[in-house]
């Protein structure tokens, strides 16, 4: 089953709102996470890498005050996307990595639609 | 840094055909590399990973891919394509910091 859960699946909202993305590790705890974000028939663009108790690093190009994230616990990180413009229309994926397995998993994306 | 070429946007096989879809690397040290699938609207599946082990890995649902440093390339392959195996494929190296890079992907199609 799925060790990393993000919620929810699919959005949509108007132009001018903020929403906000879960994301959850369900069987072991993650200090760092990270944000991809997908635009349709394009690869996984790294926007940031969100760190527990800490501030986010944020990639080159990523408007840090636009994508605000928060990692207040070991198991859950979260997105919010604010004041939205449909050009923030996108897929968005969290992942986190187990350090005991050595691998990252991957939330199941939200379809982020801004009308 | 690190960067990962897929050479093909498009594969397309018929069902029970050899699949092969290839990604070339560029790292600094010796990296770790992976293959993700990703079906439709949905999230990222890890198929499989090299990391400093066995050359030859053996993934999921049939999948292997062969680390040759010489040619600086971690092919992924399949004996035989299933319908199920349509999607996109994306090879991905793991950079410093745990961070990892994306090809553009492979679109796999498979034809009945």
């Known amino acids: 089953g799925a060790v990393v859960s993000q919620h929810p699946s699919w959005v949509i909202c108007k132009s001018g709102t903020s929403v906000k993305i879960e994301c959850r590790s369900l069987?072991?705890?993650?200090?760092?996470m990270f944000w991809y974000r997908q635009f349709p028939k394009q690869s996984l663009m790294l926007m940031a890498t969100s760190n527990e108790g800490s501030k986010a690093t944020y990639e080159q190009g990523v408007e840090k005050d636009k994508f605000l994230i928060n990692h207040a616990s070991l198991t859950l990180s979260t997105l919010t996307v604010t004041s939205a413009h449909p050009e923030d229309s996108s897929f968005y994926i969290c992942?986190?990595?187990?350090?005991?397995?050595?691998?990252?998993?991957f939330g199941q994306g939200t379809r982020l639609t801004v009308v | 840094a690190q960067s990962v070429t897929q050479l093909d946007s498009h594969v397309s096989v018929s069902e029970g055909t050899p699949v092969l879809l290839r990604c070339n690397y560029s790292?600094?040290?010796?990296?770790?590399l992976f293959w993700y699938v990703q079906h439709p609207n949905k999230g990222l599946q890890l198929l499989l990973k090299?990391?400093?082990?066995?050359?030859l890995v053996k993934g999921i649902n049939g999948f292997e891919a062969e680390f040759k440093k010489s040619e600086t390339s971690f092919h992924l392959t399949k004996p035989s394509a299933h319908m199920s195996d349509a999607a996109e494929y994306f090879c991905?190296?793991?950079?410093?910091?745990?961070?990892?890079?994306f090809g553009a992907g492979t679109i796999l199609r498979v034809k009945s």
């Open positions: 992942s986190a990595r187990d350090p005991d397995r050595g691998e990252a998993f």
């Open positions: 790292s600094s040290y010796s990296p770790s």
């Open positions: 991905v190296v793991s950079q410093y910091g745990n961070k990892l890079v």
């Open positions: 069987d072991f705890q993650a200090t760092t």
């Open positions: 090299y990391t400093s082990a066995a050359t």
